[in-house]
């Protein structure tokens, strides 16, 4: 293993290996965490969207399925949201089990984190039990599983078929930047669930008393600002915020992703060809920046890893940030009685801001039956009607994933100043890498972004740091 990649790469190492084999396993199984829906289902007639299949449907033989044949089908349903949203989504799990007239019955399952439902991948393995019926997940570990196993199955069919599917018309509505209209090579394996975006947030009221009127919208503006409110705090008369004031550095992967989008870096593209060769010129101007960033004082680090309460009290000018922190920041700016005005921002890029990094899970069906299949496809679908969307998406205050469900937020999203600022991103959305192994590849990315900012690392080391992370990826993924 090259030098720089710490110890926690191990453990990632060791799920790595563990995934390849835990979803080998594919029967329908009720996890022992999950979130119980305790309404049993009725068959009743339902003023809901029809999801009565066409009993002349020209679906495959194997997908035929009449409606009588789904009576008293029990389904699980594993996903990784926590809080509010996974409560929102346990309400509607619920309705639906309540109104679907064919009497389908689901079981959530909170994970808390897609590591952690991954992990239980592991456990899936080890117990010799089987997969769920669906999943919420991420693009690159859907496409991971798909490759590993063919278990995750194209929903292309569900999708275009007459009386089951969605129409042209629905089709349409849902925002091209997380529905692209063409399938990739392996299909598509999910249908959109929730997207969020990386954002920096930014406090226009400090900003202002510096001087500056506008959000920065290049680099060199990003750096004049971040190195204003650097110097700010460290003339001040107060000795506690000395070496604040900047951007509070974060090296995740999401942050590092942006960055390198700001300068060029354009081979992590959703639906690319999975080239990671980080070794390039536009990769070391992203890695140079920052690290001048850093060694001018103009970006800094704190003794808490969150850096909310910084922001609020003007420790930090930007931070790195996704759009379900919104609520939480508010609540911390009122708690210490911050009255600054606050926004998010794209990442400034080299003459204008540049694309918005989209994140987030999709709906999944894994193969079992037809019987399964069908049932789990008219839930997902269910689910993704753009007024039940809307309140998931309301939950966290992440992306609406059409124009129909921007009109059923109606007044919330004006309610909350951050978040309808927000929304004005999805035309700059783009979706973060689904190649099956990002989801490794990314580990050892934000490894190299941490290590560029350590003190005894140089402007001279950054090269050579690129190239031990293009190194690396080559011997972890076997390459």
């Known amino acids: 293993m090259v030098p720089f990649i710490r110890t926690r790469l191990s453990a990632t190492l060791l799920l790595f290996c563990v995934l390849s084999l835990a979803v080998t396993a594919c029967q329908p199984f009720v996890p022992g965490v999950a979130a119980t829906a305790t309404t049993q289902p009725t068959r009743r007639p339902t003023t809901q969207s029809t999801i009565i299949p066409d009993e002349r449907s020209t679906l495959a033989a194997e997908l035929q399925v009449s409606p009588g044949a789904l009576a008293g089908m029990k389904l699980t349903f594993w996903h990784p949201l926590s809080g509010k949203s996974a409560d929102v989504l346990n309400q509607l799990v619920n309705e639906f089990n309540q109104r679907n007239v064919y009497g389908i019955f689901v079981t959530p399952s909170s994970y808390f984190s897609e590591s952690e439902l991954a992990a239980e991948m592991e456990n899936v393995n080890q117990m010799g039990s089987p997969l769920p019926s669906m999943v919420m997940a991420s693009a690159d570990l859907l496409n991971k599983w798909q490759q590993d196993t063919g278990k995750v199955i194209d929903l292309e069919p569900y999708l275009n078929e007459a009386g089951v599917g969605l129409t042209q018309q629905q089709l349409a509505d849902l925002f091209p930047s997380f529905f692209p209209k063409e399938a990739d090579e392996a299909g598509r394996l999910g249908l959109p669930a929730y997207r969020s975006g990386g954002v920096l947030f930014y406090n226009q009221t400090w900003a202002n008393e510096l001087g500056f009127q506008n959000p920065p919208a290049s680099l060199e503006e990003f750096k004049q600002q ?37 300068f060029g870096f354009n081979r992590l593209k959703a639906g690319g060809s999975g080239d990671f060769s980080f070794s390039t010129p ?41 759009l379900e922190e919104i609520a939480s920041q508010a ?10 005005q606050w926004i998010p921002i794209a990442y400034p890029g080299q003459t204008a801001s540049s694309e918005i990094l989209t994140t987030g899970y999709d709906y999944a069906i894994l193969k079992s039956d037809a019987r399964s299949q069908m049932a789990a496809w008219l839930f997902i679908k269910w689910l993704s009607d753009p007024a039940r969307h809307a309140r ?10 059409s124009y129909s469900e921007v009109a059923a937020l109606g007044s919330l999203g004006e309610q909350n100043l951050q978040w309808q600022q927000a929304l004005g991103f999805i035309s700059q959305a783009r979706q973060a890498p689904d190649f099956p192994d990002w989801w490794m590849v990314r580990q050892i990315l934000e ?9 005894n690392v140089t402007e001279s080391d950054l090269p050579i740091i690129l190239r031990e992370l293009d190194a690396t990826i080559s011997e972890v993924l076997g390459r």
């Open 447 to 455: 490894d190299a972004f941490w290590k560029s900012l350590q003190p």
């Open 226 to 262: 971040a190195c204003a409110a650097a110097e700010a705090n460290a003339s001040d008369k107060k000795r506690a915020n000395d070496g604040t004031g900047g951007w509070f550095i974060n090296t995740g992967w999401e942050s590092a992703v942006s960055w390198l989008q700001a």
């Open 331 to 340: 609540l911390t700016n009122t708690r210490l009685d911050s009255q600054d």
């Open 282 to 322: 536009d990769a070391e101007k992203a890695l140079t920046y920052l690290k001048s960033l850093n060694d001018q004082g103009c970006a800094w680090s704190g003794r808490k890893a969150d850096p909310q309460e910084y922001f609020a009290t003007r420790q930090a000018l930007f931070y790195s940030a996704s």
């Open 392 to 401: 998931l998406a309301a939950a966290d205050t992440t992306f609406p994933l």
